[in-house]
Each structure stands twice: as C-alpha cells, then as structure tokens.
C-alpha cells in the first residue's frame, strides 16, 4: 500500500507557471507508475499525464501537451507536475495517483487503472 499527498497547488495568473509534488509513502515508490488527473467542478475527472515506473516513458493529454511535464525522483519517493502558460480551463482539483498495473499507453490514461489516489490539491489560474 502507498500513501500519496499532493502539494503545491495555488491561485496563479493565467500565463503562470505551477509545481505540483506529490509524496508517496509506504510501499516501494518505484513499483509504482504514478499518474496526475484533475477535476474542474461540475466536470469529469481527466487525465493529465503519467510516468511509468524507471520515468522512461511519460504520457501526457493533448490539452496540456507542450505545457505540462510530469516527472519523478524514485530515490525521494517523488513525482512532479509541472505546469507553465497555465490557462483559466486548467482550474481544477489536481490528484496523483498510484497503479501497480503494466500495460500500453492507454492504460495510464484511465483512472479505473490506479488503485491509489491523494487528497488533490486545488489550482486556480485567474484570466
């Protein structure tokens, strides 16, 4: 089992840049791979993007291609979003999460696929 705690969320001008991190304790972090999803209100969950376990392959939604880079640091038990020219549709509750599945891309883009999941941390870009 892990346990997943997001931090650095915050209200930023559109154009703005935010780091999000998320700290996993508990099981072995680099078992994991880890994904962030957000949730606007009134909206569905969406994925954002996902790293697999060694972080040799990221995935990422095509709103935020460009934009968004999640990374990882297995040796701090961390894993980053950071986000650059954020707009105000990327307001949101932002989440990571945590799966011990493997499969093909698409797999990660599913939230059905973690079975681990933060508290989320709300961003908030003004216009």
């Known amino acids: 089992q892990v346990q997943l705690v997001e931090s650095g969320g915050g209200l930023v001008q559109a154009g703005g840049s935010l780091r999000l991190s998320c700290a996993a304790s508990g099981r072995t972090f680099s078992v994991y791979a880890m994904g962030w999803f957000r949730q606007a209100p009134g909206k569905e969950r969406e994925f954002v993007a996902a790293?697999?376990?060694?972080?040799?392959?990221?995935y990422s939604a095509d709103s935020v291609k460009g934009r968004f880079t999640i990374s990882r640091d297995n040796a701090k038990n961390m894993v980053y979003l950071q986000m650059n020219n954020l707009k105000p549709e990327d307001t949101a509750v932002y989440y990571c999460?945590?799966?011990?599945?493997?499969?093909?891309?698409?797999?990660?883009?599913?939230?059905?696929?973690?079975?681990?999941w933060g508290q989320g941390t709300q961003v908030i870009i003004s216009s």
């Open positions: 999460a945590a799966t011990m599945g493997r499969s093909g891309s698409a797999y990660y883009t599913y939230g059905i696929s973690y079975d681990y």
């Open positions: 790293i697999r376990r060694s972080g040799g392959s990221t």
